[in-house]
């Protein structure tokens, strides 16, 4: 349990609620005794009330954050043992502070006792419940926060790590190039300049519309050819424009599928690597034929399962990887403008 429930130390808001608890019973309760002395003197009936409030807020003091603690904790075979000597104590209790306020001199017997511990917990029953439902919820509620929290500091912690990774597998492709061919380096610096003013556009936000991924992912491509020239082969097949702008994806999954593809698998210009790219209202899939390179290829991995965290922490969703002995398939799912706020806002709001 959460140890804000379980705490025997009573919070600010548990004595205003108390307060307010008694601000409604206890007028209640002043009529009832007057009405069973067959009086209307409040005067006399008033210590009786006062007597019920001071006693019945402490056996719920004791009970809430004593007895329930202890049962719920690792030593609940305490609370376990102290349950029936509370209910004997509360029945003795009950009966001895009545008869004297009533000037009675009856003795205890166990039968009084039973009887006494009964009406007792029906005098104190309804503030225990709505106490401890109280701290019930109110423990809950900061499981949530905590949760929460948690989801929002995962997803910055994934989102520092992107950037670094983007960066560093293009600029190795800028040094190849420098080496090679400076004109098209400086396209291509042009290029990823370009890209990265998509990454700085919405290096806040959690997804984008699926439509300017693939405005991004285009620039991408067009690096690629330009560094591969027909070795690589990019299809893509895309529902109506008008669906296309409703759907959300998180950025640059695109981006980061292609590049895989590219990284780990040849390509030829006499027979190229197809990479294709399908979208449905529910889904985006990127699939290509494996074809490993020679020289094995140094990877943190990282990449993927960078992605594959953040959508199960905005989507709930997993990512669906089927890595075949001759084909790889990524399929994402994507997310429709009119649940954007329903389904990520939970995350980023106070």
């Known amino acids: ?9 009573p919070s600010r808001s548990d004595l205003l609620f108390v307060a307010a608890y008694w601000l409604v019973v206890a007028p209640v309760l002043l009529l009832q005794y007057a009405a069973d002395a067959g009086s209307l003197a409040f005067l006399q009936v008033a ?18 954050g004593g007895l329930l603690p202890l049962l719920l904790s690792r030593r609940s075979w305490l609370g376990a043992v102290l349950v029936p000597l509370f209910v004997l104590a509360s029945g003795s209790a009950y009966f001895g502070l009545y008869d004297w306020l009533l000037g009675n001199a009856a003795p205890l017997t166990g039968a009084r006792v039973v009887l006494g511990a009964v ?7 309804l503030l225990a419940v709505l106490l401890t439902g109280k701290r019930y919820f109110e423990a809950q ?18 989102k520092a790590q992107l950037d670094p990774h983007f960066l560093f597998n293009n600029l190795n492709v800028l040094r190849g190039l420098i080496q090679e061919d400076p004109a098209a380096a400086n ?26 991924e693939l405005q991004f992912a285009d620039e991408y491509v067009y690096l690629l050819r330009h560094r591969f020239g027909a070795a690589y082969e990019f299809r893509q097949q895309l529902p109506p424009a008008a669906e296309v702008a409703e759907l959300l994806l998180v950025p640059g999954t695109i981006q980061l599928l292609l590049e895989n593809a590219i990284k780990h698998n040849a390509g030829n210009e006499d027979a190229p690597l197809l990479i294709s790219l399908e979208a ?3 889904a985006l899939t990127v699939h290509h034929a494996r074809r490993p390179k020679r020289a094995p290829v140094e990877s943190a991995g990282t990449g993927l399962a960078n992605l594959r965290e953040r959508y199960r922490l905005l989507f709930q969703q997993e990512i669906r990887v089927e890595a075949r002995a001759d084909s790889f398939t ?21």
Not at 1 to 9: E, Q, R
Not at 119 to 125: D, E, I, R, T, V
Not at 340 to 345: D, E, H, I, L, Y
């Open 187 to 212: 396209e291509f610096v042009t290029r990823l300049a370009a890209l990265y003013r998509f990454l700085i556009r919405h290096q806040h936000e959690d997804v984008v519309p699926l439509a300017e």
């Open 141 to 158: 509620r900061h499981v949530l926060l905590l949760q929460k929290a948690q989801a929002e500091s995962a997803l910055r912690n994934l």
């Open 280 to 282: 449905s209202a529910t």
């Open 119 to 125: 009406a007792h917990a029906k005098s104190y029953g």
């Open 47 to 64: 210590p009786r009330v006062a007597a019920t409030v001071l006693f019945d807020t402490a056996t719920v003091a004791l009970v809430v």
């Open 1 to 9: 349990m959460n140890s804000f429930f379980t705490s025997p130390k």
């Open 330 to 350: 990524v399929t994402i799912p994507l997310l429709r403008q009119a649940r954007r706020a329903g389904m990520v806002q939970p995350l980023v709001s106070a």
